[in-house]
């Protein structure tokens, strides 16, 4: 038997009326009310509105996105591409962007599942939620270790680390730069660095500095970035993504440093656009196409409770100027 909205306030001991302010994140509520009611909730199996949809036998058509912003090319590319494969499939999208905001993203997590998605493709920054460990939605990530219990779609990024070291290699970069994530997690982009490093150990000298590269580098930053390339001499800097690689390329060559003679710039993720607009970066093109596809039949597999595909790493390219 489905649950009912009833069973979930007679198991957590509070009203209907407090489980219906808990799921539609309404009103001012105590977290331990919180946290009896999502506890029901998950014992339970309850999914707000779940009766009504089994007596219309019809699905909501619905999958929820959550990315760090829009604003990173890459990331805009990917929803798209994932809106337009669902959109074939004849779902569609709510997408929420949630970058170092944990409870924001609790709070789409919540709202998501009040508004009876099907289930969940993240790419969440923000690890550690304990919300995704206890969500029994079906839920696949990208890149990230959120939970155990998530499956993960990943490219090759010790191969991306790697590729862009034997290119900074083959260039004669001796004094190198790298602007990674300040992540120590088990994700799959912490590969990244590894190969990277690998590929210049013993071969070049190498500097780490950690930085958010989720979103616009702030001006101030940069600038600090700038004069860590003066001071140390650096010739080539791998930044984790084509943005922050776009803006400190603008500003070397503000500051009268050549691009790439004096110091080469790396990026990393290659969408379409960058591409086109910045033919001149060196960057690492992941598979927009084959990462979406390979996201949206994890997760049907998930919802219809069949056997996951194949979760073999997907391959990456790097584009070289010419």
């Known amino acids: ?79 798209s591409e994932i809106e337009q494969l669902l959109f074939e499939k004849g779902y569609k999208v709510i997408i929420a962007t949630s970058a170092n905001n944990v409870e924001k993203e609790q709070q789409y997590l919540q709202m998501l ?45 010790y191969r991306g680390g790697q590729l862009i ?42 500097l780490v500095k950690n930085f958010d590269s989720n979103t616009f580098v702030a001006p101030a930053d940069i600038a600090a970035i700038v004069e860590i390339v003066r001071t140390h001499k650096i010739d080539g800097v791998f930044a984790y993504n084509d943005m922050m690689a776009i803006q400190l390329q603008n500003a070397l060559r503000k500051a009268n440093l050549r691009v790439p003679e004096d110091v080469i710039v790396a990026g990393y993720d290659g969408s379409p656009i960058v591409q086109q607009l910045h033919p001149d970066l060196p960057t690492i093109v992941q598979p927009i196409h084959e990462a979406a596809q390979r996201l949206i039949d994890v997760l049907f597999a998930e919802i219809n409770h069949a056997a996951l595909p194949e979760l073999d790493v997907l391959p990456v390219t790097l584009h070289r100027p010419e």
């Open 1 to 79: 038997m489905v649950a009912k909205l009833s069973d979930v306030a007679e198991l957590a001991g509070v009203s209907i009326t407090t489980v219906s302010r808990v799921i539609n994140s309404y009103g001012s509520l105590s977290q331990k009310t919180i946290d009896k009611v999502h506890a029901a909730m998950r014992e339970l199996h309850y999914q707000p509105n779940a009766m009504a949809r089994s007596l219309q036998g019809k699905s909501s058509q619905f999958i929820g996105l959550i990315f760090p912003n829009i604003q990173n090319p890459f990331f805009t590319a990917l929803a």
């Open 113 to 157: 599942a009040a508004n009876q998605v099907e289930g969940i493709i993240t790419s969440s920054h923000n690890l550690g939620i304990a919300s995704y460990q206890d969500n029994f939605l079906p839920i696949v990530s990208y890149d990230r270790h959120l939970a155990d219990n998530i499956p993960i779609v990943h490219e090759d990024n």
């Open 165 to 206: 070291g034997d290119y900074f290699v083959s260039q004669n970069a001796k004094n190198l730069l790298v602007l990674c994530d300040n992540d120590a997690s088990t994700s799959p982009t912490s590969k990244r660095y590894v190969g990277f490093a690998d590929a210049v150990a013993g071969k070049s000298h190498l």
